[in-house]
């Protein structure tokens, strides 16, 4: 017969009402059951448990139950929150490569600076086309100086 100490329903209380997501494994996974349960009787009946066959009484098992799908539930939407963030994200990058240049096409721009179509695609697809197309426009302004005149 083990003895519930006033310490353990002090403990169940603030372990209930925590914003600390510390807790949330060792709550989930049963380490922190007998403090929480003991919260629960006491809320529940006004009178402090004591022993722990006190705590399985049906109204304190199912709200402890509940407490646990709740926050299983909560983290659950988190997480879904998250990957559908994500997933906005990815297709928000994605849209933008399959956006033209703003010098114009992969046409213009490899006909403009003499180069090939998939060339343009690659230098695009790496995300280096700015730079790529500066280092050909700096080439291209020291062909024209170096032509006679």
Do not use: W
């Amino acid at each position: 017969m083990d003895i519930i100490s006033p310490q353990q329903i002090l403990e169940g209380m603030l372990l209930i009402s925590t914003s600390d997501f510390n807790h949330l494994p060792f709550i989930l996974d049963g380490t922190h059951e007998v403090p929480i349960k003991s919260a629960f009787y006491f809320i529940a009946t006004g009178r402090m448990p004591m022993i722990k066959s006190d705590l399985e009484e049906e109204k304190v098992c199912q709200t402890y139950d509940a407490f646990l799908n709740t926050l299983r539930s909560v983290i659950e939407r988190i997480f879904t929150a998250a990957a559908a963030e994500q997933r906005r994200e990815i297709l928000a990058e994605l849209r933008t490569h399959n956006l033209p240049h703003p010098e114009g096409t992969v046409a213009e721009l490899a006909v403009k600076y003499d180069v090939s179509k998939s060339e343009i695609r690659r230098q695009k697809a790496a995300g280096t086309l700015a730079e790529f197309l500066e280092c050909k426009r700096q080439q291209l302004s020291l062909d024209k100086q170096s032509l006679p005149l």
